[in-house]
């Protein structure tokens, strides 16, 4: 049976579902749908940007098809629905690979649009909507719209980013990386101290197409900000595709308590630094493993039991984050809670065409939370004031409940998105964040005008 929770499983859609032919057969012939609508992905987002209880849901996995793929180019043109991982298979064994993947590639092509998903390798090809040739929109007035940098421009880079909230994704022109191989030569550097990982990061984008870090959120006192930075290249040489191995573990139903509490991720991050420190230097790993590691154990996400999990993603400038990142790991710490993942990632200044895209030139730290009720609620709001006054933002798709003057602190052009959203789109962030906020700009005109 299909599930329509968000990843983070803090509570379940009462929406209503359709599937995507059927509701492309009534939107064109004029019929509609009962009440709002919102496209639906696979539902990799953590919070309630991809739900809408108050309307209809429409489920896209159906239209999942490889339209064309030219092999000399590397222009593939697919439906929405299709996942990134039959992408990968489809054009990895021809030498090419997405330029842009998130951490798991059990996301779909029109997802990865619609969130304009960023990877470990932001400092050098951007979002993945800087890859994006064109798409068709269906929108709820039954005429479906080309859309690229030349043909309803304005419509284009609302879409990229969007949230699902201009309309339907049909099908998209993406453009590809070429690869000798998909698999990756990963280094492992181990570093003490924040200090030294911020030493090092810069270098590291440099000379590496990805890096990223993981982070200790446990360790106090002079081991505080300790971590490993893993960056890679692809391999040039070895086989161009292996398939990826079949799942060994899953985690069948949710138990009845939190299994990620404090003590547990104690020894799983002891375990972690074990294992990554006995492979520092370059070695050969699969694409699988290095891009997508959570991937290895279905249903993960259940190991939270029932109150599920909250993540907070935030990006600071660079100017900042020697001072704001330290301080929210030990704002953590203080809150006692436990990060079961904590990733730090350097964004580039490579412009994403999205109105609404998250990265930014600066650092982006990713912490991952029990729902504890109240408690992390209090965190997170701290965690909010501080990327505020440090003049960052906290990422939309990764949210389950951040207030309106967040959001708007955070995207201060939302307006431009509402302009051209389609009025019979909405999910239920939008309605708790947009649509609690003046459609006017204080001092401003319109943003319809």
């Not at 080309?146 to 304005?154: D, V």
């Not at 505080?224 to 292996?242: K, Q, W």
């Not at 993603?313 to 904590?342: D, H, K, N, W």
């Not at 302009?419 to 609690?436: E, G, V």
Request: with cysteine; charged share 20%; glycine share 10%.
């Amino acid at each position: 049976m299909a599930d329509y929770s968000a990843f983070g499983l803090v509570r379940k859609t009462r929406a209503q579902v359709v599937g995507a032919q059927d509701a492309v057969e009534r939107l064109r012939a004029g019929t509609g749908l009962p009440s709002s609508m919102l496209p639906f992905g696979n539902g990799r987002s953590y919070g309630d940007t991809c739900l809408n209880d108050e309307g209809v849901l429409i489920d896209m996995r159906s239209m999942n098809r490889v339209l064309a793929f030219d092999p000399e180019s590397g222009l593939l043109t697919a439906e929405a629905g299709l996942m990134l991982s039959d992408l990968i298979a489809h054009v990895g064994p021809k030498g090419w690979f997405p330029a842009v993947v998130p951490g798991t590639r059990f996301v779909t092509l029109g997802g990865a649009i619609a969130n304009d998903v960023h990877g470990k390798n932001h400092h050098r090809r951007g979002t993945f909507g800087c890859h994006v040739v064109s798409f068709t929109l269906l929108r709820s007035d039954g005429e479906t719209r080309r859309c690229s940098e030349e043909e309803n421009a304005e419509l284009f880079r609302a879409t990229i980013g969007g949230m699902g909230l201009t309309g339907m994704i049909l099908e998209a022109t993406v453009r590809l990386m070429k690869v000798a191989s998909v698999d990756v030569n990963e280094q492992v550097r181990g570093f003490s101290g924040l200090d030294e990982y911020f030493d090092l990061a810069e270098d590291a984008d440099a000379e590496n197409e990805y890096a990223v870090a993981w982070l200790d959120q446990l360790a106090s006192g002079a081991g505080a900000g300790r971590g490993f930075l893993l960056t890679a290249n692809h391999a040039e040489d070895g086989p161009v595709y292996v398939a990826p191995t079949r799942r060994r573990l899953t985690v069948p139903f949710r138990p009845p308590v939190n299994l990620l509490n404090r003590w547990s991720l104690t020894l799983f991050n002891r375990a972690f630094a074990w294992s990554k420190a006995r492979t520092q230097g370059v070695r050969r790993s699969s694409f699988e493993s290095y891009f997508f590691p959570l991937d290895a154990v279905g249903h993960w996400n259940r190991l939270y039991g029932p109150r599920g999990l909250l993540q907070h993603q935030c990006v600071v400038p660079f100017e900042a984050a020697r001072e704001t990142i330290p301080a929210m790991l030990a704002a953590a710490r203080e809150a006692g809670q436990a990060s079961f993942l904590t990733v730090l990632k350097r964004f580039g200044d490579v412009a994403s065409p999205g109105i609404l895209s998250f990265p930014r030139p600066g650092y982006t730290l990713t912490l991952d939370f029990s729902n504890s009720g109240a408690a992390t609620h209090g965190l997170f709001e701290r965690l909010d004031r501080m990327t505020v006054e440090a003049g960052g933002a906290v990422n939309p798709y990764k949210d389950a409940r951040m207030g309106a003057a967040l959001f708007e602190a955070s995207f201060p052009c939302w307006r431009d998105l509402e302009a051209k959203r389609d009025p019979a789109f909405l999910s239920d962030f939008w309605r708790r964040t947009a649509q609690q906020l003046p459609a006017t700009a204080a001092g401003g005109r319109d943003a319809a005008e």
